[in-house]
């Protein structure tokens, strides 16, 4: 028998005790119950294949903790517990590569003046020769490679190394071993037992004070005897020391663009004896040992970049802001810092809880991968759904904080010099995706490192918009960095290299966030700006044909086709900027000009097109083939995560989208998956839904519950939170449906504190797959317009106010 409410209980017993045990089989946990080896330590000196990781254990069963700065992997093994590091703006490339702040900003090609030759062959019916000067001329300077180019100028997210803490014990004699992330705490534990001694290795971030704590400890006394061991960057140039018997310091430079970076290792005992000679720390027969590591570098987020200046993104000097952290953190302890993190942690992670058919059997007594297995096998074990629903809400906030970048292909979790794709921001669905689940699943915090992405490539992209479409406004490309990066790489494969609706997509997110919080100051001083240049830029960049009518030419759908004349994605991201610029504006009663040219544009913008299948056509032209089944479907970015389709105001074009996704099948990478489940969510189609869900966890994701594209993308893991909660509730359409996409399979159920736009926190209870209970929390007032199937009620909310809705004889009623 599953008793949630037990769950509450039991993380309120443990977290008080300072995460002393996770009750491993209570609550949301992800376990382990074998070590891993150290096979993979020091991965930078194996070779790496094409996108297989050689670090197997790192990526299928190693667990992930952060805070939104800094990301580490317990890998949890005996001999030494081996942790990879990463610093979210640890980065290679930028301004301040040798090549210099000209040459890294020279990276645009000034193609602007071909267009109209473009649009010419176009309307010659000269499509090759449109497509070949697109390939030609809106490719851009930077190549994507290390090899491509030397300085290398877009560079690539990169490890901070990682710690080597020799134990001393041996692997072959222990028993009861348990290695445990408990998402309810944020805390990973490592727990076994060697010659009747029980030892517990405790990890956390702490987001409030930015240090990372390591907590060794046995239930017999004076048994901790370790060595801590750092192992750095292999790209950096730099020196561990010893600065003290109980601390270490390490400062270095990465060599491609002298970011300086800094870490701080402070050992605290209790009982036996601390020591610390040529950057080892040593620990002899203590009974417990807390390290605290405080790292950083010298990166600063700049939003006005002085093109000029190789150093305007560097700022603060780490080795100070390290310090400063460090001595605070080792002043409170670790009791302290333990409850500090748990009620940062929790402020955020226990505002949604999600219980599926509660009465059935909790299957937590077996480890995850077992878990993870049997699914596979067909087993039912909603409690695991849970937990994967849950696991990307703790990925958000472990990747995600105010202040820092956002989380990157990767989140902060990276475990090479270079990965796959750079671990870069990759505009086209990547970090897009990672964003999904912000709002909807109550995290609207860990938004903010993405609105200040934004800011980042709003000058930037101001030059690239010009130089390629002669526009205003700004716009980004395929792939970004933290540098400000803006223009398409060198490579010539357009389908995937041509990507200004980089921009238009990303600051669609800017709408979402003010339409979730209702923050108006947000909409004005930040919002509204980042918005109406995005619109501005999307109308410069249409081609007015001579009939009056626009169209986006030339324009890719994602990835794969032809150079187009008016590509179904483009239009569509066109719409969502259009519509969101339109009701910002209206919100703030300003630029009623502005307001009628995108009115205008938006009426003469080339119409959706059903096909000979009955498809939502990809491209003008009639060519789709329905076996298809690309990754990509971003012909349907109207249905999601748009909102110009929708089965309720648009059911001829949401039966064309329905075409699409059974054309392309219920397979796929990772993300993708996660991608179509949150399609068929909006298709209302809940059974559908909950097939592609059943597909992400059996096929796309890893023993560790990573997402894996392959290789690991943190992406699917967020597409999939953010797909559970579209299944269960839907506000995209200016009213809220409750339970728009209930699988059968969801019997009973029950979600507290899902978010729907206007601000708005909802409680749902289901049984017998029907909706018996909503309570709606009105946290800004306003009107709340509720439908569950053909039932509708309209409330007019009070701010701070509850109100108990029943569902009963078809109807909704206010209690
Ligand atoms: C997109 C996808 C790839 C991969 C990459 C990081 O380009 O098409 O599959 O996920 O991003």
Sequence with gaps: MRKSHLYLLSSLLFSSIGAQTINYQKGHNIWFDTPNSLNGKSIWLKKQGKGANPDKEWETSSLPIGNGFLGANIIGSIAAERITLNEKSLWKGGPNTSGGADYYWNVNKNSAPILKEIRQAFLDGNDKKAAELTEKKFNGLASYEDYGENPFRFGSFTTMGEFLIDTGLSPEKISNYKRTLSLDQAVAQVSFDENNIHYTRNSFVSYPDRVMVLQFKADKKGKQNLKFCYSSNPEAKGEIRSVSENELLYVGHLKNNNMKFALRIQAINKGGKLSSENGILKVENADEVTFLVTAATDYFMNFNPDFKNPKTYVGEDPEEKTKTWLQAAAKKGYQQLWKRHEQDYQSLFNRVNLELNPASKNQNLLPTYQRLANYRKGIQDYNLEELYFQFGRYLLIASSRPGSMPANLQGIWHNNTDGPWRVDYHNNINVQMNYWPAHTTNLDETALPMVDYIKTLVKPGEKTAQAYFDARGWTASISSNIFGFTAPLSDEAMEWNFNPMAGPWLATHVWEYYDFTKDLKFLKETGYPLIKSSAQFAVDYLWKKPDGSYTAAPSTSPEHGPIDKGATFVHAVVREILLDAIAAAKVLNIDEKDRQEWEHVLQKLAPYKIGRYGQLMEWSTDIDDPKDQ??????????????????????????????????????????????????????????HAYTLFGNLLKNGTLDNLWDTHPPFQIDGNFGGTAGIAEMLLQSQMGFIQLLPALPDAWKDGHVKGLKARGNFEIDLTWENNILTKAIITSLSGGICDLKYGQAHLKLNTQKGKRYLITYHNQQLKMQ
């Design 630 to 687: 690309h990754r990509h479907v971003n012909q349907l970015f109207g249905l999601h995560p748009g909102h110009t389709i929708s089965p309720v105001t648009t059911p001829k074009l949401a039966d064309a989208s329905k075409v699409v996704l059974e054309h392309r099948g219920d397979g796929a990478t990772g993300w993708s998956m996660g991608w179509k489940l949150n399609q068929w969510a909006r298709l209302q189609d809940g059974n």
